[in-house]
Protein backbone atom coordinates (compact mmCIF):
# COMPACT_ATOMS: atom_id res chain seq x y z
CA UNK A 1 0.00 0.00 0.00
CA UNK A 2 1.82 3.77 -1.18
CA UNK A 3 0.86 6.66 1.15
CA UNK A 4 0.48 9.97 -0.26
CA UNK A 5 3.13 12.58 0.99
CA UNK A 6 2.48 14.34 4.20
CA UNK A 7 1.27 17.49 2.22
CA UNK A 8 0.03 19.72 4.95
CA UNK A 9 3.09 18.85 7.63
CA UNK A 10 5.72 19.67 4.63
CA UNK A 11 3.53 23.15 3.87
CA UNK A 12 3.87 23.87 7.68
CA UNK A 13 8.02 22.99 7.81
CA UNK A 14 8.54 25.51 5.43
CA UNK A 15 6.11 28.20 6.32
CA UNK A 16 8.25 28.05 9.93
CA UNK A 17 11.53 27.88 8.68
CA UNK A 18 10.89 30.26 6.04
CA UNK A 19 7.74 32.26 6.44
CA UNK A 20 8.47 35.16 3.63
CA UNK A 21 8.15 32.78 1.33
CA UNK A 22 4.98 33.11 -1.47
CA UNK A 23 4.98 29.03 -2.18
CA UNK A 24 3.28 27.62 -5.54
CA UNK A 25 0.62 24.99 -4.99
CA UNK A 26 2.72 22.07 -5.37
CA UNK A 27 6.18 22.87 -4.04
CA UNK A 28 5.75 20.18 -1.07
CA UNK A 29 5.25 17.44 -3.34
CA UNK A 30 8.44 18.38 -5.14
CA UNK A 31 10.20 18.88 -2.00
CA UNK A 32 9.05 15.23 -0.94
CA UNK A 33 10.33 13.97 -4.50
CA UNK A 34 13.61 15.58 -3.89
CA UNK A 35 13.72 14.18 -0.20
CA UNK A 36 13.51 10.34 -1.79
CA UNK A 37 15.86 11.04 -4.81
CA UNK A 38 18.14 11.81 -2.07
CA UNK A 39 17.50 9.01 0.00
CA UNK A 40 17.74 6.68 -3.00
CA UNK A 41 21.09 8.14 -3.97
CA UNK A 42 22.14 7.84 -0.27
CA UNK A 43 20.92 4.46 0.00
CA UNK A 44 22.78 3.43 -3.47
CA UNK A 45 26.38 5.38 -2.44
CA UNK A 46 26.20 3.46 1.05
CA UNK A 47 25.47 -0.41 -0.53
CA UNK A 48 28.56 0.53 -2.38
CA UNK A 49 30.99 1.82 0.31
CA UNK A 50 29.51 -1.50 1.87
CA UNK A 51 30.43 -3.78 -1.04
CA UNK A 52 34.21 -1.59 -1.61
CA UNK A 53 34.92 -2.55 2.30
CA UNK A 54 34.04 -6.14 1.74
CA UNK A 55 30.99 -5.90 4.43
CA UNK A 56 28.12 -7.56 4.25
CA UNK A 57 26.27 -5.03 7.04
CA UNK A 58 25.77 -1.24 6.00
CA UNK A 59 27.63 0.38 9.26
CA UNK A 60 27.23 4.14 9.90
CA UNK A 61 30.25 4.75 8.99
CA UNK A 62 29.57 3.84 5.37
CA UNK A 63 26.84 5.57 5.85
CA UNK A 64 28.35 9.12 6.97
CA UNK A 65 31.53 8.64 4.60
CA UNK A 66 28.02 8.59 1.58
CA UNK A 67 26.11 11.36 2.93
CA UNK A 68 29.64 13.18 2.39
CA UNK A 69 30.27 12.42 -0.79
CA UNK A 70 26.57 13.27 -1.97
CA UNK A 71 25.87 16.44 -0.38
CA UNK A 72 29.55 17.58 -2.26
CA UNK A 73 28.00 16.68 -5.45
CA UNK A 74 24.54 18.19 -5.17
CA UNK A 75 26.08 21.55 -3.85
CA UNK A 76 27.18 21.98 -7.24
Known amino acids: MRSTAPRGTLRKILKKHKPQLCLAANV ?3 VHLSFLLFLHRLAEETRTN ?4 KSKTIKPEH ?3 AAK ?6 RG
Do not use: C, G, H, R
Not at 50 to 53: D, G, I, M
Open 69 to 74: VILKKS
Open 63 to 65: IIS
Open 50 to 53: AFEN
Open 28 to 30: DLL
